[in-house]
């Protein structure tokens, strides 16, 4: 067995033996978040996930996706393990079995759960859910064929096939898939019927009922199909007929359903019934003749059709080619069961005479021809399947790596299947293959939308378009990397930027230390109070510098006592008394600001409401002996005013003396209030980044 060195992303919880799944984040930010979260958790490959039961341990980098990895073996050597798969999906069948126990446990049923080996399929393929009234067998890959006469109810992933026949004779088929939602695996349920688009619904928006599972969809199918068939006109139930109007609109409906499926028989008796009936106005009489003017014109290309399959099969017997007279023949079976002409019957008799003559190894070889066919179509529907899901990706990327290998093995599987368009879209993905999966950038899409992208000239505000491919021109999905680029060179200068004042700061400090001892210092510079008594002095005389004076005064929120701070309205937002300032400057995370506006605090200074007339013209005797008084001594310290504590609004978070935390401001990725935890682990780092962006806005 040789050693498989792809990156684990799924393990288990608690044991080798656990069925509790877990996906490991692959940002190095959040695997931070998740060792903290789990650090007295063990993690293992284990058994229900193909594994080898090992424990496993969590690898961290910034350079490329976090996994999980085997602890080294005690001789050095590599570890070895058997594992098939170890992307985000490897543990989807564990998944299944966690969702499927939650919501049958919330309608009062008790399951049980097999990981159903058969023969050739790997564990993880299959699912079986029983409870009292029901089963389910859900199908998350192709490896085994599902089984539709059975007592159990398939359910199919997104990559296994179902025929047109199936479709039309069963009326619906179920479908799931699994979304990644952080580091969970979130279930949908979906229902495909024919002529109809899957519709996807959330597992607890479904049912059980006697039918079995249901979804909101299956109601509506149900209900169409089983509506009463127009009965045929007779002058004896003329009384128990619909309305003509009615009448003719349902043989519409059922026109248009028999060409839908292809079926002779049934087009020729709505034609006939359409033509016979009566009664109705003169609008809708135009529309029944063109609907049966357009079924003569298919009918004659489907005889046309009829005839050219024929010719082939009677050619194929003549030229002895057992493959394609076993694939007419099932042509012409399901085409050309009914109303076969007696040319038509002769050839179909030398066909199954000629095809029944072969011997035993000629038919194995013409089998194995088959199954090879099969199995194209089958690679050929997966290689459409995951087309459509990548037609919004014009590039290769760690995420899309398993998609875009199963869809190379598939069209390589496919052949000739593929159409000219789908084998150019395949070229164009095995070329991006090649070059390799670029770098995965996670940038907000808040941010980057306000850059424009210098790949596909995106403007400001507007989301990234596809260059590449037949989809080129339509919206992508996310940014492209050259975008999100410009944010991460940012943010790598503002952190080496910082880095370098941190450091400038530091080295200041060092170079500012006295290098002389203090016996050898000069004499003024022994006595400190002297030049600052001296520059003290000549600042009252008003010879300091007009810049000493500036950088000196405090600023303005320190001015003003904080019970007058919102006493008064602003004039700048017009905020009225008791009203927090609009942040219309963005000063801060909030919509509101958290200190007032300067216009708001200047008026408050400059306002001489604070007290009576007695107190201010005690206010102004007292101003005047303090001019005539000499100047008081230098480590004399102001008053300070007094603090209101008549219900005046405060600050709710934070203080403007000191610096910002994370958790004091409103979060702006999860929208946490101040002094409440983001959700769902830890601080996020928008919040820390906002906390530091106002410390240095608010401290200039």
Known sequence: MRTDRRRIQTAVLGGADSDE????????????????????????????????????????????????????????L?????????????????YVRSAAAAWLAGRGEQATFEYTRTEGAPIGSLVDVRWRHGALRVHL???????????????????????????IRR??????????????RHVQIGTEAFARPIEWFALDDCEMTERGLSTPAIEKIVQARTAPRPSLWSPAQARKVPEPEARAQALLRRLVYARRIES???????????????????????????????ARIWRVEQDEARRKLFAKLNRAVEERKPGRVRRLLLRVNGMAVEDRTDAESAVYERATTYFGSLDDLTRDAVEAEADTEKGARKAATRVRTALQHLRGYDAYTFDLCPQVEELLQ?????????????????????????????????????YWIQRSCPRCNAEQGKDCVLIEGPHSGKPRKGGHIERLQLIQDERIAAQKKALQQQKARQEGK??????????????????????????????????APAARRNAAAPRLHHQVPRGDWYRMACPRCHAGPGILCENDDRVGPSAK?????????????????????????????????????????????????PRRTDGEPQETVGSAARTWRAKEVTCPKCQARPNSPCTPHGPHQERVDWAMDFTRKLWG
């Open 410 to 446: 598939s069209a390589a599987l496919a052949g000739e299947l593929l159409t000219p368009g789908e084998a150019r879209r395949v070229e164009v993905w095995k070329k991006r293959a090649a070059r390799g999966p670029q770098a995965q950038l996670h940038v907000a899409r808040r």
């Open 141 to 167: 890959d192709q490896a085994v064929t599902p089984v539709w006469d059975d007592d159990v109810e398939p359910v199919l992933g997104t990559m296994v096939p179902v025929d047109r026949d199936t479709l």
């Open 264 to 294: 002779v028989p049934l087009v020729k008796q709505v034609c006939t019934d359409i033509e016979d009936l009566t009664g109705v106005g003169e609008e809708l009489q135009d529309q029944l003749e063109a609907a049966v003017r357009h």
């Open 171 to 184: 009326w619906y088929v179920h479908r799931i898939r699994l979304d990644s939602v952080g580091t969970a």
């Open 78 to 94: 590599p570890h070895v393990c058997g594992r098939r798969s170890h992307g985000v999906d490897s543990a989807d069948h564990l």
């Open 593 to 641: 600001r958290q200190l007032p506006h300067d216009e708001r605090l200047r008026r408050a200074l400059q306002s001489d409401d604070r007290s009576n007339p007695g107190q201010q013209q005690q206010g102004t005797r007292d101003e005047r002996q303090h001019q005539a008084r000499p100047p008081a001594r230098t480590n004399a310290q102001p008053p300070r005013p």
């Open 510 to 543: 060092v170079s500012a230390k006295p290098t002389r001892p203090a016996s050898e210092a000069p004499e003024h510079e022994t006595s400190p109070q002297r030049p600052f008594q001296e520059r003290e002095q000549a600042d009252r005389r008003g010879q």
């Open 21 to 76: 799944p877990l996906m490991l984040p692959m940002e190095a930010i959040e695997l931070d978040v998740f060792r903290r979260v789990h650090e007295d958790d063990t993690f293992w490959c284990g058994t229900l996930l193909g594994g080898c039961g090992g424990q496993l341990t969590t690898k961290l980098y910034t350079d490329r996706a976090c996994h999980f990895a085997h602890h080294p073996d005690p001789d050095g």
